[in-house]
C-alpha cells in the first residue's frame, strides 16, 4: 500500500464552506487540463469528465459518487487527478450524480430550489442524509443494462435505494455515462463506492479474461490493503455493464473501513486517500508493464 502523497492537498484548498458538490465544480473550472461536459442530470447539473496522463494505452475511465451518499468519492477523485498518471492515461468522472450528491448534503435546502412537484415527491421519500438515488428515486447503479432488475435487492418503485427505474438506462446520469464510454472505449474501468475496503472484479467472465481481471485485481488488492470480493447476486451496475457490454477489465473498489457509518464524511477522506488514490495509477502500470 502506497501513501497518498498529495492525499487531502485539493480539499484544503478550497474554501471550508464549500460542501463536495461545490469543490468539484470550482476544481472543474480551475483545472488546465483537459475537461468537457459530458451530459446532464435530471436537474439540468452538468456531468463532467477531466483527463490526466497522456492519450497512450491504457486508457482508464474512473468514475465516482454515482451513489449520493459517498459523495466522499468525489473528493477522492480529485485527489487522484492531482497525483497524475505515471503512464497511459485516465478520464475521471468525479460526480456521476450529482443532484442526488445535494440532496445528501443539503437535504430541505436543496429541495426547496426544485419545482414543487419534484420537491414533494422526494419529501415523500425522505431519508436525504443516506439517500443513494438520482433526483427520480433510481438507484444509478441498478440502472444499468447487465442483468437489469435481477439483483436480490432490487426494488420496483421510486425510493431512496435499490430502485432499477422503469427500464435499462432511463436515466439521463446512465445514458451519459454509457455513451462516455463507447465513444471513450476504455481499456478498464474503475468506480469508487463506500464502504467495507473491498475491491469487486466479477461478473461472469470466464477463460482468459477472467484469468486477467483477477490479476489485475489482486494488483489493486496489494496497492490498496483491500479483500477482494465477489457480489453474489448484485445485477446492474456499471462495472457488470462494462465487463459484459465490453469485455474490459472493471472494478468496484469500496472505500474506507466497514466499522464507519453512512455517509462517510470528509473526516475520512485522507484515511480513504492513503489507500486509494495511487490505484488508478497502479492500474495503468500493470496493465502496460504487467506489473
Known amino acids: 500500500m502506497r501513501g497518498a502523497g498529495c492525499a487531502t492537498a485539493v480539499a484544503a484548498a478550497y474554501n471550508d464552506r464549500m460542501d463536495a458538490v461545490e469543490r468539484v465544480y470550482a476544481f472543474y473550472e480551475r483545472y488546465r487540463g483537459e475537461k468537457f461536459v459530458f451530459g446532464r442530470s435530471v436537474c439540468g447539473a452538468p456531468l463532467v469528465a477531466l483527463f490526466a496522463g497522456k492519450h497512450e494505452y491504457p486508457l482508464i475511465l474512473v468514475q465516482c459518487a454515482i451513489h449520493a451518499r459517498e459523495w466522499v468519492t468525489a473528493l477522492l477523485a480529485l485527489e487522484q487527478i492531482a497525483r497524475g498518471m505515471s503512464c497511459g492515461g485516465a478520464y475521471f468522472v468525479p460526480l456521476s450524480n450529482p443532484d442526488g450528491a445535494k440532496l445528501a448534503l443539503r437535504g430541505e435546502a436543496f429541495v426547496r430550489t426544485l419545482p414543487p412537484a419534484r420537491a414533494r415527491f422526494l419529501r415523500r421519500l425522505g431519508g436525504f442524509p443516506l439517500w443513494k438515488a438520482n433526483a427520480r428515486a433510481v438507484d444509478l447503479n441498478v440502472n444499468f443494462d447487465a442483468g437489469w432488475g435481477r439483483g436480490t435487492r432490487n426494488v420496483f418503485a421510486p425510493a431512496p435505494e435499490n430502485y432499477v427505474g422503469t427500464r435499462p438506462f432511463s436515466e439521463p446520469e446512465t445514458r451519459a455515462l454509457r455513451d462516455l ?109 504487467g506489473r
Open 181 to 289: 464510454t463507447l465513444r471513450l472505449r476504455p481499456d478498464a474501468t474503475v468506480s469508487f463506492h463506500t464502504k467495507g475496503r473491498e475491491i469487486y472484479w466479477e461478473y461472469g467472465q470466464c477463460g482468459g479474461a477472467s484469468a486477467r481481471d483477477e490479476a489485475l485485481a489482486a494488483v489493486l488488492a496489494e496497492e490498496t490493503g483491500y479483500a477482494l470480493a465477489r457480489a453474489a447476486g448484485s445485477h446492474g451496475g456499471y462495472k457488470d455493464w462494462c465487463v459484459q457490454a465490453l469485455g474490459i477489465p472493471s472494478f468496484t473498489v469500496e472505500a474506507g473501513a466497514d466499522e464507519r457509518e453512512h455517509p462517510l464524511g470528509e473526516d475520512a477522506l485522507g484515511e480513504i486517500a492513503a489507500e486509494c488514490a495511487g490505484v488508478p495509477a497502479r492500474l495503468a502500470e500493470a496493465m502496460r508493464y
